[in-house]
Every structure is written in structure tokens, then in C-alpha cells.
């Protein structure tokens, strides 16, 4: 049985920093295209930012671009999402998810993510 479990939310000023972390078991974090989600109150949810399954690429949404970075360590089975310069805007519950997909990371579609973590909470106070 495969799970994901995120570690590292928390409360934090705008302009502050955040790691995040997934850590994966039950099958290699190898196997998969990783991506990170969220979701804030009253709003449906939405991608943050996906690396491959080799970890050759990445993808962010506009959003995050620049701010935040995706990171993959296979030998210890966790994926990471570092988080700077956060805003009010970026709080949220923060998900991992794995995908089989092995295609280009930016059309992965989110249905094709098929395994999900529970969430962590961000918070960002202005």
C-alpha cells in the first residue's frame, strides 16, 4: 500500500520561508511524477508545482514561479517543495501526489494523480 505523508506546514510572516516535505512509502518515490497541490478555503484546488520521475524536469504554476522549488531525493523516498518569500496569498493546505505518468510533468492531468497525502496547513500572516 502506497502513502504519502507531508511534514513542514506551519505559521510563518509574508516574506518567510517553508520547506515542505512527502515522504513515501509502500514503492519507490522513483516510480512516479511527483507533483504538490493546494488547496485554500472556498477555492477548489490547484497545482503548485511537479517534477518528472527521473527528476529532469519541473514545472510550477505562475503563481510560485521563482519563489518556490521542487526537489526529489529517491534514495531517501521523499519529495520536497521549498517555499520562499511566501505571501498571504499562499496559504493553503499544501498536497503531494504521485502519478504513474511518465510523460512531459506539465500535462500530467490531476486525475492521473493517484495517490494523495493527508495535507499539511500553511499559514501566512500578512
Known amino acids: 500500500q502506497v502513502q504519502l505523508v507531508e511534514s513542514g506546514g506551519g505559521l510563518v510572516q509574508a516574506g518567510g520561508s517553508l520547506s515542505l516535505s512527502c515522504a513515501i512509502s509502500g514503492r519507490a518515490v522513483s516510480t512516479y511524477a511527483m507533483g504538490w497541490f493546494r488547496q485554500a478555503p472556498g477555492k477548489e484546488r490547484e497545482f503548485v508545482a511537479g517534477i518528472s520521475w527521473t527528476g529532469g524536469s519541473t514545472y510550477y504554476a505562475d503563481s510560485v514561479k521563482g519563489r518556490f522549488t521542487i526537489a526529489r531525493d529517491n534514495a531517501k523516498n521523499t519529495v520536497f517543495l521549498q517555499m520562499n518569500s511566501l505571501k498571504p496569498e499562499d496559504t493553503a493546505v499544501y498536497y503531494c501526489?504521485?502519478?504513474?505518468?511518465?510523460?512531459?510533468?506539465?500535462?500530467?492531468?490531476?486525475?492521473?494523480?493517484?495517490?494523495w497525502g493527508q495535507g499539511t496547513q500553511v499559514t501566512v500572516s500578512s
Open positions: 501526489a504521485a502519478s504513474w505518468n511518465r510523460g512531459a510533468i506539465h500535462l500530467i492531468p490531476v486525475a492521473q494523480y493517484v495517490y
